[in-house]
């Protein structure tokens, strides 16, 4: 028996508003799952499950506004022994996380009601993931990153295969979990081995290490370095560890494709830029260079694959790795040591991602509006021939989505290639605008080949017939707000570089 005047437990201490918005989405999975069990059947147990959905990720959003002013009251802080860190750099692309969350929610309203699938296990998978990815923005520790890396990704095995009547869909899971399980393996070992050489697994325990001391053999750290690169390369879809994405993307039911495309590769980024600028920042000369190189070929790949597509569905895929290479340039820029260019390359970093999950979301949502056939199994680009002439205002939606991706003016795709070829430029990295506006030009192709494949008038007799079904306002509601946004971003950029800025410059320097 221990003695009553035995030693004291003691425990890290926790700030419970930094883990507030975790405890708030996690709140709402678990209560949809009480809701669940406890009433199996009727037609209210849905919609309540949705409202507890919206609430939780409503509530995660206000969380993190109450968080973002706390910070720049009282500066950033770590809880959980460290293990968590509260910055404005983690706000603000949980903020992004905690939006797609929303807008996929409110775009899968419709489809499940479509599709006749079971709603609210469907909500609290994707509250779980979101959990993970929020976890990952914060993360100051590798085995906090490991562990929000499998909290986000086993609900999207699940997801991906959710539509159990498609083998499409099955197929989508099963690769999805048997790739994501390798790559989860492959940065364990790199855990491992960064943790071998420096003694922890603490990001600013390492940083403070590697510039306290010279290590004599550094080929286990930089081997470990690589396998992390690689398990982190496998979430944002960085070729060449892009082999799941079509796939999956072409499978998974769509809403699923829409979160899977935004917010997953929000939350790999954040735990690239975490582990590699935060912890690594004086190996930045060893890594850059395979940063940069992962960029060019992420998106000269990308772009060039997606040519040969035939499915819309593919061609966004291989459009989402194209992007990934952009975001990239900004991480190599933020290891220059010229200049402001460090701080550049994240601030273009962090504005990719947020335009990126506005300008994904709004296409795959169009995508799931033409899918007439049963089941979301049909997304071939002639099913898209003469869309402008039935359905004008749904192709006008998906082609401003599109040239957005391409880059045109006056939108928030613009805005983001302007921002990280201006980092690439100030980090003398040349070579990457170049590449990166190559890129560009071939993935212009792709893109204006949908959008004038919608506005064909010859052959109307030979297009789809297509139902005109009423859209649901939830995913209408999806459709404004991300156009919205788009459309702002391009126009009236300031205020969110302003964002951008206010989290760079809290990061830069931990």
Sequence with gaps: MTPANGPDLVTPSIDWLAVAPLIALTGGAVA?????SVVRRGR???????????????AAGVLLIVQWYEIND???????AGMLRLDLFGVFLSGVVVVATLLALLISNGYLRREGLDGPEYLALVLLSATGMVAMTSANDLVVVFL?????????????????RRLASQEAGIKYFVLGAFSSAVFLYGIALVYGATGTTSLTGIADFLSRNTLLDEGGLLVGMALLLVGIGFKVAAVPFHMWTPDVYQGAPTPVTAFMSSATKVAGFAALLRVFLVGLPLFGETWRPAV???????MVG?????IVQSDVKRMLAYSSISHAG???????????????????????????????????????????????SSHDA????????????????????????????????????????????????????????IVGVLAAVVAAFVYLRIVVTMFETEGEADAPRRLRARVDPAVGAALVITAGFTLAIGIAPGWFLHLAKDATLATIGL
Aim: overall charge neutral; glycine content about 6%; charged content about 10%.
């Design 32 to 36: 949809i799952v009480l809701l669940r």
């Design 44 to 58: 209210h147990v849905y919609p309540a499950a949705l409202a507890l959905a919206l609430a939780a990720t409503a």
């Design 74 to 80: 009282e500066g950033p802080s770590s809880t959980l």
């Design 148 to 164: 929000a890396l499998e909290i986000l990704s086993i609900p999207l095995y699940v997801l991906a295969a959710f539509d159990r």
């Design 292 to 298: 940069a190189g992962l960029a060019m070929v992420t």
């Design 302 to 306: 990308g772009s060039v694959l997606a």
């Design 326 to 372: 952009y975001v990239l340039i900004g991480v190599a820029a933020a290891a220059a040591t010229t200049g402001n260019a460090a701080e550049r390359g994240l601030q273009a970093a962090l504005l990719y991602l947020l335009v990126y999950a506005f300008m994904t979301i709004g296409a795959f949502t169009v995508v799931m509006i033409v899918a007439r």
């Design 378 to 433: 049909r997304h071939s680009i002639a099913e898209y021939r003469s869309l402008a002439t039935e359905r004008p205002l749904i192709a006008g939606f998906l082609a401003f989505f599109l040239l957005a991706q391409a880059g045109v003016p006056l939108t928030g795709g613009f805005v983001a290639k302007l921002e990280v070829f201006s980092a690439a430029t100030d980090a003398h990295e040349y070579y990457l605008v």
